[in-house]
Structure formats: structure tokens, C-alpha cells
């Protein structure tokens, strides 16, 4: 019983790590919103037509709008599951699953859309960047895995 009771506390503090990157994330999708789809033309000059064109694109801004979206909830159940892991319950792994999905199919999407302007270099540290902000997410199912009782 102390094994999962640690193994709860660690998936809580992991979940609280997401959680506080969820405020922070929404917030900051939040306020881009209102300008989402907007280029100034000094943005626009330096840019160039390529990249204004994508920005302004319905698919760049659907992606935009469903990712400040998925954030919000994501961070409301990172919220719930810390009530939950605050009373020893084990929380559902569902938000994890879907923050990892939505990070690779945002991936794609960039890379898709974006693909004549990334070097080698740059889907490198793109990939390894979206890799390492996983990292939370994977430790909470992970521990929570760890925290189901043996049968």
C-alpha cells in the first residue's frame, strides 16, 4: 500500500507540473487568439508571402483555435485529477493520452504546412523540443500505471 501511495503522490506532482504549464499555455493562447490570422505588414515584410499566406490560411487558424481549446480543457482535467490524487484516487490517463496525440498531430500539421521552410536541424529540435515536453505527461501514466493495485 505505501508503494502505491508513493507512486500516487509522484503521478500528483507530475500532474501539477502539467498543470501549471496548462495555465501558462492557455493564457498565452488565450491573449494570441485575438490576433490569429492577423499579419501586420511590417511582420508581413519580413516573413515574406509564404509564411503571411500560411498564417492567414483556415487551416493554420482552425489549428490555432482547437489547440487554445484542447489546452483549456486539458488544464480543467489536470484540475480534476489533482483532486482526485489529493484523496489517494487513482485519476483517469485519458487527458495524458490526448495531450501526447495532440502534440504529435500538431507536429504534423506544422511540419505539413510549414515543410519548404524546416532544415534538418530545425525538425530536429522540433521533434526532440515536443519529445522532452512529453515527458510529464508520460510520467503521470507511468505512475499512475504503477499505482493500479496488482491482481
Given at each position: 500500500?505505501?508503494?502505491?501511495?508513493?507512486?500516487?503522490?509522484?503521478?500528483?506532482?507530475?500532474?501539477?507540473?502539467?498543470?501549471?504549464?496548462?495555465?501558462?499555455?492557455?493564457?498565452?493562447?488565450?491573449?494570441?487568439?485575438?490576433?490569429?490570422?492577423?499579419?501586420?505588414?511590417?511582420?508581413?515584410k519580413i516573413l515574406g508571402k509564404e509564411i503571411t499566406a500560411i498564417y492567414k490560411s483556415p487551416i493554420y487558424i482552425t489549428q490555432q483555435i482547437v489547440s487554445v481549446i484542447i489546452s483549456v480543457?486539458?488544464?480543467?482535467?489536470?484540475?480534476?485529477?489533482?483532486?482526485?490524487?489529493?484523496?489517494?484516487?487513482?485519476?483517469?490517463?485519458?487527458?495524458?493520452?490526448?495531450?501526447?496525440?495532440?502534440?504529435?498531430?500538431?507536429?504534423?500539421?506544422?511540419?505539413?504546412?510549414?515543410?519548404?521552410?524546416?532544415?534538418?536541424?530545425?525538425?530536429?529540435?522540433?521533434?526532440?523540443?515536443?519529445?522532452?515536453?512529453?515527458?510529464?505527461?508520460?510520467?503521470?501514466?507511468?505512475?499512475?500505471?504503477?499505482?493500479?493495485?496488482?491482481?
Amino acid at each position: 500500500m505505501e508503494k502505491r501511495a508513493k507512486n500516487l503522490k509522484n503521478a500528483k506532482n507530475w500532474n501539477m507540473v502539467l498543470f501549471i504549464f496548462g495555465i501558462i499555455g492557455s493564457a498565452i493562447g488565450l491573449i494570441s487568439l485575438k490576433s490569429v490570422g492577423q499579419v501586420s505588414p511590417e511582420v508581413a515584410k519580413i516573413l515574406g508571402k509564404e509564411i503571411t499566406a500560411i498564417y492567414k490560411s483556415p487551416i493554420y487558424i482552425t489549428q490555432q483555435i482547437v489547440s487554445v481549446i484542447i489546452s483549456v480543457a486539458l488544464t480543467v482535467l489536470y484540475f480534476l485529477a489533482n483532486r482526485k490524487l489529493k484523496a489517494g484516487i487513482a485519476a483517469p490517463k485519458y487527458p495524458y493520452y490526448i495531450n501526447i496525440a495532440w502534440k504529435a498531430i500538431s507536429l504534423v500539421i506544422s511540419f505539413s504546412m510549414l515543410s519548404s521552410m524546416y532544415t534538418s536541424a530545425t525538425i530536429i529540435s522540433t521533434v526532440a523540443t515536443t519529445l522532452i515536453t512529453c515527458i510529464p505527461a508520460l510520467l503521470v501514466i507511468i505512475f499512475l500505471f504503477k499505482a493500479e493495485p496488482e491482481e
